[in-house]
């Protein structure tokens, strides 16, 4: 028999392991669609993921226009555009750390 004292905190654990991972991707694959290179959107998906809301993630992967971005500065603009101070400010400070080499690797 399986043992649900054990089995349950290890669902628990791995539910929480993907739920961060899928919307990490996502953003990943829409900072790279929007023309910024696949490691400078890798570090920066992997920081925001921590500091921004679920809601919040989703707006910037799927921000209009984006792919017509072709570099951190227009991008940055457009991430502007969204109206949301919150947004502007982590995909800024994350840009920054990231394109300067700055940012701490935490996986």
Known sequence: MI???RVIPLIAAL????ACAVPE???RTGLT???LPKPLAACM????VDRLSLAQLM???????AREA??????????RALGDPEILAVATSSGGL???GLAKETR
């Open 15 to 18: 539910t929480a392991v993907s």
């Open 25 to 27: 991707a996502r953003l």
């Open 59 to 65: 707006r910037i992967a799927d921000l209009p226009k």
């Open 33 to 35: 669609n929007a023309g």
């Open 98 to 100: 990231c394109a300067t």
């Open 45 to 48: 998906a992997e920081r925001m």
């Open 70 to 79: 072709e570099s951190l500065d227009r991008f940055l603009r457009r991430v």
């Open 3 to 5: 043992d649900a004292r």
